[in-house]
């Protein structure tokens, strides 16, 4: 593996502007998805378009391994956040100091990049895995993970077929086995409009809101500590919005509070959204002239957790202490697509170069050495015998 081709790749990825259509300036991922076509077409792979929505698609391409019926699932998304308020030139793709900077060069063009590049070093070596490795590129990890869940959908009725996926996130060359998922929705609570300078007469709503809170801040206090996981830890929840009223002298008539609820493993995100609705109506019925309405959930996402002791796990543990020493297991508070591939029976675990901290960052950034040193462990992973089963 030549490490100047591989900051060549990473940096023609960050060059291509691939900010998710879900964001102010988003340009789509169409540009990245022709790179990633081209460049399996080159190697002389099979590949093709996944259509997901309009204008978006996933790329799929295949290194036959000397066992075609099996596979090892390699996957990163290719879209990015904006980019307002960088410091840095979003996409020029710059190296400082060892460091590739740009947006999406951490999250996650770096995995994308390492992944290319693997099967590039393979292929050009004559080197014939013992599985077939497939590379999936897709769409809208950072909003709706449509293009994961198109692809997982797709493959559903084979999954028995994959070993295993490892999905690109910034895990600093650590194996997050099992991460959090979510269910976000929305509280609306209701009053009565009416001019600020007589508020009696009115009911407001921004003031009932606070009742909202107060009750929300004790399900966090009483609930969640009892549901503590061992690698990602209790859930938590997060008021990220408040939006209510329409004047600086009219009382609101409508306060809307967006809550993020980050479930566990062994949550699902539908029981904990009807759990919180009805304890939130509940509170209601006890609290005169309180109305709200909690409508249905605007996004949901699953937890992982992948058993540590899986074989496909242990193995790529070991592959990656031969470029890291420390390299670990370990739990995570966000979520990937990781969680999409393994409720279609995929074992899936989230590996890559980069820290989480930097990513989405005004100077976002990567280590060239660890891009480095998460593609020579995906090579070496790839040439090793590699079992599904516990």
């Known amino acids: 593996m030549q490490p100047e081709r591989l900051v060549e790749v990473l940096r023609e990825l960050v060059q291509i502007p691939s900010v998710n259509p879900g964001f102010p300036g988003g340009h789509g991922e169409d540009g990245v998805a022709a790179y990633v076509k081209k460049f399996l077409h080159h190697l002389g ?24 019926s099996r596979r090892l699932l390699l996957e990163a998304h290719m879209d990015t956040v904006q980019v307002e308020g960088m410091t840095i030139p ?9 460091r590739l900077y740009g947006r999406g060069a951490c999250d996650t063009k770096a995995s994308l990049a390492a992944m290319l590049v693997a099967l590039e070093t393979l292929k050009k070596a004559g080197l014939t895995p013992p599985i077939s490795v497939c590379l999936a590129a897709v769409v809208d990890e950072e909003v709706h993970y449509r293009g994961v869940s198109a692809f997982a959908e797709s493959v ?25 998922g979510c269910v976000r929705f929305y509280i609306d609570v209701h009053g009565k409009a009416g001019h600020s ?22 399900i966090e206090r009483e609930d969640y500590p009892g549901l503590e996981h061992r690698l990602v830890g209790p859930p938590t929840h997060c008021i990220s919005m408040i939006q209510g009223g329409v004047a600086p002298n009219t009382v609101p008539e409508l306060c809307r509070l967006t809550l993020d ?8 995100p539908l029981e904990v959204f009807e759990n ?10 006890r609290e005169p002239g309180l109305q709200l309405s909690v409508p249905e959930p605007f996004i949901i996402d699953f937890a992982l957790d992948t058993p540590e002791e899986m ?50 960052t005004e100077d976002e950034w990567v280590e060239l050495a660890e891009v480095e040193q998460a593609c020579r462990v995906l090579i070496d992973f790839s040439m090793k015998p590699i079992l599904k089963g516990a």
């Open 45 to 68: 792979l099979d590949s093709f378009y996944q259509p997901v929505e309009q204008g978006r698609s996933n790329v799929i391409g295949v290194l036959p391994g000397a066992d075609v």
């Open 90 to 98: 979003p996409f020029a793709g710059e190296v400082h100091g060892g």
């Open 156 to 180: 559903a009725g084979e999954s028995a077929r994959y070993v295993g996926a490892i999905v690109g996130e910034p895990t600093g060359l650590d194996i997050i086995t099992a991460h959090k």
């Open 197 to 218: 300078s007589n508020p009696a007469l009115a009911d407001n709503a921004v003031e009932r809101a606070c009742m909202v809170i107060s009750e929300l801040q004790a």
């Open 261 to 268: 609820r980050r479930t566990v493993p062994g949550e699902e």
């Open 276 to 285: 919180m609705k009805l304890r939130l109506h509940t509170l209601a019925e």
């Open 311 to 360: 074989p496909f796990v242990q193995s790529l543990l070991a592959a990656a202490r031969e470029h890291r020493s420390g390299a670990g297991l370990l739990g995570a508070a966000y979520g990937s697509d990781a969680s999409k591939l393994a409720r279609v029976g995929i074992p899936a675990v989230v590996f890559g170069p980069g820290n989480i901290a930097q990513a989405h």
